[in-house]
């Protein structure tokens, strides 16, 4: 089954600074990889997806990249905001398996 | 309409107790699933039901039982749970087919078992 990978678990930075959370993914199926933010108590927010005919998406101060051959996405966030700190989750599905395989979380703290 | 609702917010059962987890959307989606969450952990897939079918099943123990008693609704039956079935319960729903698989999820019952 998909295995996703994610790193790092927990990220620091300044506010306005920028933030980079890598994933990998092992089924080369997969064509479908969402983005999550969680806030604690709540629930996971979609905030960007990218699917597997596009390399780069970009929304706002969100970005995220795809590299098929190398099995990675990542998350990108520029010019941070202390209401971007938050577990952000990436994930992976396969249109045969119509179901979302989480990474382990990143841990984002924006400090102001 | 573009919420996934649940309830009840939070339960708290005994080990014998028999309770039922709701989840309601009105999106159209025809793809419903539920997942687990416990405390700093991704969500992990527990069952996935496809017009109104049960697809997906993670080996789930049988004191879960799933039921989609229409394309709107999804519930989770509860029955003999263990301590350490205690988490977070996410519903979600999503459209499946032609590459629409945004899944979007509901708030969540946090059920605590004693």
């Known amino acids: 089954g998909e295995n996703v990978e994610q790193h790092p678990s927990t990220l620091s930075v300044q506010e306005g600074d920028s933030a980079v959370i890598k994933c990998t993914y092992s089924?080369?199926?997969?064509?479908?990889f969402p983005w999550y933010k969680q806030e604690l108590g709540k629930r996971p927010q979609l905030i960007i997806d990218?699917?597997?005919?596009?390399g780069e998406k970009k929304d706002q101060r969100i970005a995220v990249t795809l590299n098929k051959t190398a099995k990675h996405f990542s998350l990108h966030i520029t010019e941070t905001q202390p209401e971007d700190s938050a577990v952000y989750f990436c994930?992976?599905?396969?249109?045969?398996?119509?179901?979302?395989?989480f990474g382990s979380g990143t841990r984002l703290q924006v400090q102001p | 309409d573009t919420e996934v609702t649940q309830t009840p917010k939070h339960l708290v059962m005994g080990m014998t107790n028999k309770k039922s987890l709701k989840c309601e959307q009105h999106?159209?989606?025809?793809?419903m699933y539920w997942y687990k969450q416990k405390a700093k952990k991704p969500p992990e897939l527990m069952f996935v039901?496809?017009?109104?079918?049960?697809?997906i099943n993670e080996s789930v123990p049988s004191r879960f039982s799933p039921e989609c008693p229409n394309s709107s609704l999804l519930n989770l039956h509860l029955h003999a749970l263990q301590p350490e079935d205690s988490a977070l319960y996410l519903c979600?729903?999503?459209?499946?087919?032609?590459?629409?698989?945004?899944?979007?999820f509901g708030p969540g019952t946090r059920l605590t078992v004693t």
């Open positions: 999106m159209g989606h025809r793809a």
């Open positions: 089924d080369s199926a997969s064509n479908y």
């Open positions: 994930a992976a599905s396969s249109p045969g398996r119509r179901a979302l395989t």
């Open positions: 979600a729903s999503s459209q499946p087919g032609q590459g629409a698989d945004e899944q979007y």
């Open positions: 039901y496809s017009y109104e079918k049960l697809s």
């Open positions: 990218i699917r597997s005919n596009v």
